[in-house]
């Protein structure tokens, strides 16, 4: 099976690619040219049975976002559709599309989206257009919003909280915390976003268009979170909980019922004081090459 990867070269992208490569049914090829070039596309996704498509942009100014997350799947769409039709499509989205607070119900992929951020609305975008691709001209696809993703190789101050309390443990730095810490969010670990994303280019939904929540199922607070590294990392990161100066917002339980049910996560999910230990280790190793 011939499999196109945009964005190999990110946190996710570069777990993605090992989990491909460890399947002996993908030939992979990576994207490397500069997707809001539709040129570029249309001569990437010649002669394949699957794209995943990972490139995109958080943190930068809004236009950069919008150009690459939305234009950025246009132009792939456009490619698909003028070059390589039956190539099915999987698109790394976000649970940013929703509004994550004040539901207190479940957020399954029922729910209208709602986003609250530039980068909330790009990824909205992109599912529209994709929707609209797959209503109009039969492109095969298949969206995973994923919750806050955490693992080996992810970046703090960037990628997710849980690299930023491990940085700063390792490093003797407090880290600052608006509220008392009993915020909840949904995190999961790379390994079983990445195995979702291989059974997603794998797998035949019997839908043209697919949407699936790639979430652990499971609340996790930040006061949890800095007591798990603390006991991985050997010393805490001396949190600095900071009430009433912007309390976090109270995010609402999230469903991973569909993507279990068919077969794009996979049971049972890491343990998520397993992956603190995991990604604390790989971390301690890192660090630890880079001083030698």
Same mark, same amino acid.
Request: hydrophobic share 40%; aromatic share 8%; proline share 4%.
């Given at each position: 099976?011939?499999?196109?990867?945009?964005? +190999?070269?990110?946190?996710?992208?570069?777990?993605?690619?090992?989990?491909?490569?460890?399947?002996?049914? $993908?030939?992979?090829?990576? $994207?490397?040219?500069?997707?809001?070039k *539709?040129? &570029?596309?249309?001569?990437?996704?010649?002669?394949?049975?699957?794209?995943?498509?990972?490139?995109?942009?958080?943190?930068?100014?809004?236009?950069?976002?919008?150009?690459?997350? +939305?234009?950025?799947?246009?132009?792939?769409?456009?490619?698909?559709? !003028?070059?390589?039709?039956?190539?099915?499509?999987?698109?790394? !989205?976000?649970?940013q599309v929703?509004?994550?607070?004040?539901? =207190? &119900?479940?957020?399954?992929?029922?729910?209208?989206?709602?986003?609250?951020s530039?980068?909330?609305?790009?990824?909205?975008f992109?599912?529209?257009?994709c929707?609209?691709?797959? *209503?109009?001209?039969?492109?095969?696809?298949?969206?995973?919003?994923?919750?806050?993703?955490f693992?080996p190789?992810?970046?703090?101050?960037?990628?997710?909280?849980?690299?930023?309390?491990?940085?700063?443990?390792?490093?003797?730095?407090p880290?600052?915390?608006?509220?008392d810490? +009993? *915020?909840l969010?949904?995190?999961?670990?790379?390994?079983d976003?990445?195995? *979702? @994303?291989?059974?997603?280019?794998? &797998?035949?939904?019997?839908?043209? @268009? %697919?949407i699936?929540?790639v979430? %652990?199922?499971?609340?996790? %607070?930040?006061?949890?979170?800095?007591s798990?590294?603390?006991? @991985?990392?050997g010393?805490?990161p001396?949190?600095?909980? =900071? &009430?009433? %100066?912007?309390e976090?917002?109270? $995010?609402?339980p999230? !469903?991973?019922?569909?993507?279990?049910?068919?077969?794009?996560?996979?049971?049972?999910?890491?343990? $998520?004081?397993?992956?603190?230990?995991?990604t604390?280790?790989?971390?301690?190793?890192?660090?630890?090459? !880079?001083?030698?």
């Amino acid at each position: 099976m011939k499999i196109g990867v945009t964005g +190999s070269d990110g946190f996710i992208g570069g777990h993605v690619m090992a989990a491909l490569a460890a399947d002996d049914v $993908f030939q992979v090829r990576e $994207f490397k040219g500069d997707i809001t070039k *539709s040129e &570029a596309s249309v001569d990437f996704v010649r002669g394949l049975d699957a794209i995943v498509h990972l490139a995109g942009l958080n943190r930068a100014p809004d236009y950069d976002i919008m150009n690459v997350n +939305s234009l950025g799947t246009l132009n792939l769409l456009n490619a698909i559709r !003028s070059t390589n039709p039956r190539a099915r499509l999987v698109v790394a !989205s976000s649970f940013q599309v929703y509004r994550q607070w004040g539901n =207190r &119900a479940p957020l399954d992929e029922s729910i209208p989206p709602d986003p609250q951020s530039i980068y909330g609305l790009s990824k909205r975008f992109a599912e529209d257009l994709c929707r609209h691709y797959s *209503s109009v001209g039969g492109t095969r696809t298949v969206i995973l919003r994923l919750s806050n993703v955490f693992g080996p190789g992810c970046l703090p101050d960037y990628n997710s909280v849980v690299a930023t309390f491990i940085d700063r443990a390792l490093a003797d730095r407090p880290v600052q915390i608006n509220g008392d810490g +009993s *915020s909840l969010r949904d995190y999961i670990y790379i390994a079983d976003v990445a195995d *979702s @994303f291989r059974a997603a280019a794998r &797998a035949d939904t019997g839908e043209a @268009f %697919s949407i699936y929540n790639v979430c %652990s199922g499971t609340m996790t %607070s930040l006061k949890d979170i800095v007591s798990l590294v603390g006991r @991985f990392a050997g010393k805490s990161p001396g949190a600095d909980y =900071r &009430a009433g %100066s912007g309390e976090d917002h109270a $995010f609402d339980p999230c !469903s991973n019922a569909k993507a279990l049910r068919d077969g794009i996560l996979k049971q049972p999910l890491t343990d $998520f004081a397993k992956a603190i230990e995991l990604t604390v280790a790989e971390e301690k190793r890192r660090r630890a090459g !880079s001083a030698s």
